[in-house]
């Protein structure tokens, strides 16, 4: 039961915030992450934000990634 | 990706020896089975899957009292799409609404808060999930509280992972060398919450995310730390997931709710499993009001607890496919599309060749 | 066909009981826009012409989308274009539609009025008359605003035979544009999503139909993906014709727009309804004049070939999904209506 996807807050109120995906808006809750910021890329799950993407940590496993996609298999 | 499988074929011929690893979130289960990852995985390399999909492990009683409260006058039900077509020991709740009853889908415990304000009829929210969902609800009464809504209640369901696995884990007909650890969760618990499997069971885990190359990542870890005879928690979704959690939402969840023992179909009692509602917030308790219920009936054959405590495989049940499939569920594991048999029958079940 | 339709204000049940208040409503809200030599005469039956060489294709079909009015399109445009692209789908070039409401007491006049006049813009589009016409008003909560049933009838050139039992191994699958904008629009209507670029893909498929068939290619069997999408029916075409069919996830034409909703919603994209699609099946030697003759078409820019058919042996499954991830799996059918998921 833990279909959270990552939307970017674009607005925000008090409790309330606008996230946006891929041209998709949605107005969530902010009450479980109250220190959101606009422009940070929140976790969404059934109408709430429960975290924030670390963009640090994001970075690095895109690397990370990256690495493993340009990877050549040993013969 | 072809890089990760050819690395975790490499690990599982260095071990030698066959390992079963478990994930225990139902969105993990789903995505193993849109990937079709599990004929990805080399020979000796087990994956099953566990309670992780709420649906699933909610008893049958917890239906049928909310069938019961549906039937009062006044009264609207809210739930989540997923406990929709579950079976109760009469009808499903989808059954009940093409009869008359007032259930109805939302998609956040707001939009049930709303409907509560909006009609003035006595709304029950039909209050299932994990740590991931359990801080939306708490979220929700607060709401309720602070807008001075009397008509919003809840049908408390929700449960814990960490005691469940660790009822796993003491299971002796049960043999896991690690843990694929829900993601999501994990968002709000911390990582540290599972400490537990590696420093008193000596069982690894692995934090992960939902794209097939998270859990592969993932199911590569657990096979090295058993090559190597390690156990330990290590968190491969950090962009999301810290040490220790979403305090917040702990705290609105401890506000609200309290551990209690509960019941988890296939298991029985798990200690300190679920979450009950505190005394103070009795006029939230759905759970509170005398209703009348049948006897519970579990579907003869259905072996649905067995399927997930990752005892047996889904086409071990006599009633897979026979009788118990998508369209006809029997079990409440062929009902979720993350239930167990439910993923199996749409994406492992190939047929000849 | 000019002048703009007129509905009244709000819908009364004697706008449907025969009398004056009916007269009135089909005189200024429906002729105006759909007015034609057939149904000007306001008589029980439309008198056609000859039908031209061929055979004829008849179909029917129910529109109750809800809401009625969404991004791209409303309820009588896509009731006009979903009757159309049924005709083309058997390779009928559609020529008269039959058109009747069921309207709800109490529908506002200004859904009246869009719908009809979408549905003449849509007729006007797709090259068709709306010969026949008819209207009934239900008590308030016995409809939900406005409903509509339409019968389309076209000819199928002579020499022209499609279906599916002209699927054969090695053919082509191939579809016109991006999957799921309709759907998608719909869901994100229903549970407040906003998009500036969501909008659904409904339009008349006749067109680019005619132009496929005029680019030589063989074409075995098309299919418009409407009520569960592309999924729904590839696996009716695989059991139909007994063979097996592959589709190929990172071909498959999806908008972003489309993905964000499927995600936000737990939604399975195959399965969402697209209603200005066209799934081709087409031999293999021409799959790709074909794919040229979609995407050099006004509307199918976005084509691609999507996945092929093979044989299939005794207990195979009908219908494979070569995953993004790599992998492959079997697609079912989806068992209940499509819920929005939180697991």
Same mark, same amino acid.
């Given at each position: 039961m833990c279909?959270?996807?990552?939307?970017?807050?674009? +607005?925000?109120?008090e409790n309330e915030g606008v996230v +946006?995906?891929?041209g998709v808006r949605r107005t969530v809750s902010l009450m479980l992450l109250p220190d959101a910021a606009v422009g940070q890329h929140l976790l969404i799950h059934a109408g709430y934000a429960i975290g924030a993407v670390d963009e640090v940590e994001a970075e690095t496993t895109l690397a990370l990634l990256r690495e493993l996609a340009d990877a050549m298999v040993d013969p | 990706m072809a890089v990760l499988v050819h690395r975790i074929a490499d690990a599982a011929a260095r071990l030698g020896r066959p390992a079963t690893l478990m994930e225990v979130c139902g969105t993990h289960t789903h995505a193993v089975a849109a990937a079709g990852l599990r004929r990805m995985l080399p020979e000796g390399i087990r994956l099953v899957s566990g309670p992780g999909c709420p649906v699933c492990v909610t008893p049958v009683g917890y239906l049928d009292r909310a069938l019961a409260l549906a039937a009062r006058p006044g009264t609207v039900l809210c739930t989540f799409g997923d406990l929709m077509r579950v079976p109760s020991s009469t009808v499903s709740l989808e059954q009940a609404r093409a009869a008359g009853r007032d259930i109805r889908i939302v998609y956040s415990p707001r939009d049930a808060l709303a409907i509560a304000q909006e009609t003035g009829l006595q709304l029950v929210f039909l209050a299932v999930g994990f740590e991931?969902?359990?801080?939306?609800?708490?979220? /929700?009464? /607060?709401e309720a509280e602070a807008t001075a809504t009397p008509n919003f209640q809840i049908l408390p369901g929700n449960k814990l992972i960490p005691p469940a696995i660790a009822a796993l884990v003491s299971d002796p007909d049960l043999e896991?060398? @690690?843990?694929?650890?829900?993601?999501?969760?994990?968002v709000l618990t911390g990582w540290r919450a599972f400490e537990f499997? /590696?420093?008193?069971? @000596?069982?690894p885990g692995a934090v992960v995310g939902f794209a097939p190359t998270d859990i592969l990542r993932g199911v590569l870890e657990l096979v090295e730390q058993n090559g190597g005879g390690r156990s330990e928690i290590v968190n491969l979704y950090s962009t999301v997931v810290s040490p220790s959690g979403n305090r917040t939402a702990a705290a609105l969840v401890e506000r609200f709710f309290a551990p209690a023992d509960d019941s988890w179909r296939g298991f029985g009692v798990i200690?300190?499993? @679920?979450?009950?509602?505190?005394?103070?917030? /009795?006029?939230?308790?759905?759970s509170r009001i005398p209703v009348e219920l049948p006897p519970p009936q579990e579907p003869a054959g259905c072996r649905c607890g067995e399927v997930l405590r990752g005892?047996?495989?889904p086409p071990a049940c006599p009633l897979f496919d026979e009788g118990c499939t998508p369209s006809t569920p029997v079990g409440a594991c062929m009902v979720s599309s993350e239930g167990t048999c439910s993923a199996w029958f749409r994406n492992d079940r190939w047929g000849a060749t | 066909m000019s002048g703009s339709s007129r509905a009244p204000a709000t819908l009364l049940l004697a706008h449907g009981s025969g009398g004056r208040l009916t007269h009135e409503l089909v005189r200024e809200a429906f002729l105006p826009v759909l007015g034609n030599r057939f149904l000007a005469t306001l008589t029980d039956a439309a008198v056609l012409p000859e039908l031209p060489p061929g055979r004829p294709a008849l179909t029917t079909d129910a529109f109750v989308v809800d809401p009625a009015v969404f991004p791209g399109g409303d309820l009588g445009y896509l009731s006009v274009v979903g009757t159309v692209n049924d005709l083309a789908m058997v390779g009928a070039r559609p020529l008269w539609l039959t058109w009747a409401l069921v309207l709800e007491e109490g529908a506002p006049g200004e859904l009246i009025s869009t719908c009809a006049t979408g549905a003449a813009r849509a007729a006007a589009e797709a090259g068709i008359a709306i010969v026949a016409g008819d209207t009934k008003v239900v008590p308030r909560g016995k409809g939900d605003g406005i409903y509509a049933t339409t019968a389309g009838l076209g000819v199928v050139p002579p020499g022209r035979d499609v279906g599916d039992h002209r699927i054969s191994p090695g053919d082509a699958v191939l579809v016109t544009g991006p999957i799921g904008d309709h759907g998608a629009t719909i869901m994100a209507c229903r549970h407040g999503l906003g998009s500036d670029g969501l909008r659904s893909d409904c339009a008349s498929e006749s067109a680019l139909v005619e132009a496929l068939f005029a680019s030589g290619a063989d074409v075995h069997s098309l299919h418009d993906p409407t009520r569960g999408g592309v999924l729904a029916i590839c696996h009716e075409t695989a059991e139909r014709s007994g063979l097996r069919i592959h589709l190929d996830e990172l071909a498959i034409p999806v908008r972003p727009e489309v993905c964000a909703v499927c995600e936000v919603l737990g939604l399975e994209v195959l399965s969402l309804a697209c209603e200005g699609r066209v799934v081709a099946w087409v031999a293999k030697r021409d799959a790709g004049a074909a794919l040229a003759a979609m995407r050099a078409h006004p509307g199918g820019e976005g084509?691609?070939?999507?996945?092929?058919?093979?044989?299939?042996?005794?207990?195979e499954v009908g219908l494979v999904l070569e995953t993004a991830a790599g992998g492959r799996r079997p697609l079912d059918l989806l068992s209940g209506s499509d819920l929005p998921r939180i697991c």
């Open positions: 279909l959270a996807i990552p939307m970017r807050l674009i +607005e925000r109120g +946006e995906l891929d | 991931t969902t359990t801080p939306t609800i708490a979220a /929700a009464l /607060a896991v060398h @690690g843990f694929l650890l829900p993601g999501h969760v994990s499997l /590696a420093d008193e069971h @000596g069982v200690p300190r499993s @679920g979450l009950a509602l505190r005394p103070e917030w /009795a006029h939230r308790d759905a005892v047996i495989d | 084509a691609a070939i999507i996945g092929r058919v093979d044989e299939r042996r005794a207990g």
